[in-house]
């Protein structure tokens, strides 16, 4: 954003509240009837829910770090972190499952934490690779650990329920940082520890 550019005004609840009735309207009901009255502001309130990390700072969350892990050094993978996001193309949901691996350096984190950072970027308008990319990023700008592991695999629910119609189709994406990106028998260990059987491979860098 340049200087002469103003800061977008935020919109406040009633104009979100008048924008769902004209969806309603659009979609061809009558947002005055009575089980449509609530709508409009019950939907406001889903929507803060939905996109409440755009006011989260996720590198915060990851303040607090603890030296005295006897040394620990080895791998730590939280699995199976559901969360749900929103693709930024359709606004539908995205669900799924985040795996976050790390390789500890001098310092360890409280593991809620990670689940927190992941709910943090989820709960925005995302593509899963964005998403996938910025969980990675934080981990290894705060903890400086040897390595770095995201692997997310996540139905989008605007390739089953609209579009292209593939129910039971999933999106998986990985990110490997550090150690892991020259180190087949580390990802490997991740692959293993979230029960699949990755490829060895290097990723291309
Ligand atoms: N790369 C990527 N694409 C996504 C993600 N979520 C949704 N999309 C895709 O975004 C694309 C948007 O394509 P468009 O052609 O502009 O939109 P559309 O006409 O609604 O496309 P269809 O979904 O094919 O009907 C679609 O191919 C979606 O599948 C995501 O997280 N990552
Ligand atoms: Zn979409």
Redesign the pocket.
């Known amino acids: 954003m340049n200087a002469r550019t103003p800061p977008p005004i935020r919109p406040v609840q009633a104009d979100v509240e008048a924008a769902v009735r004209t969806l309603i309207r659009w979609a061809g009901d009558d947002p005055d009837r009575e089980g449509l009255q609530d709508t409009p502001g019950r939907v406001a309130r889903a929507y803060r829910t939905f996109f409440a990390g755009h006011e989260e700072d996720p590198a915060a969350l990851l303040a607090t770090t603890f030296e005295d892990a006897g040394g620990f050094d080895d791998l730590v993978l939280v699995r199976d972190i559901r969360f749900e996001s929103h693709?930024?193309?359709?606004l539908v949901p995205?669900i799924g499952v985040a795996h976050v691996a790390y390789l500890p350096r001098d310092r360890v984190v409280g593991i809620s934490k990670i689940a927190r950072v992941v709910d943090a970027f989820a709960r925005r308008l995302?593509?899963?690779?964005?998403?996938t990319r910025q969980i990675a990023d934080t981990l290894v700008d705060t903890l400086q650990p040897r390595g770095v592991a995201v692997v997310i695999e996540?139905q989008?629910l605007?390739?089953t329920t609209?579009?292209?119609h593939k129910p039971g189709s999933t999106?998986l994406t990985q990110r490997w940082v550090g150690r892991f990106r020259h180190a087949p028998e580390l990802r490997r260990d991740v692959w293993q520890g979230i029960g699949r059987s990755g490829s060895g491979r290097t990723p291309a860098t």
């Open positions: 693709c930024e193309h359709h995205i995302q593509i899963q690779e964005r998403l996540a989008h605007c390739m609209r579009g292209v999106t």
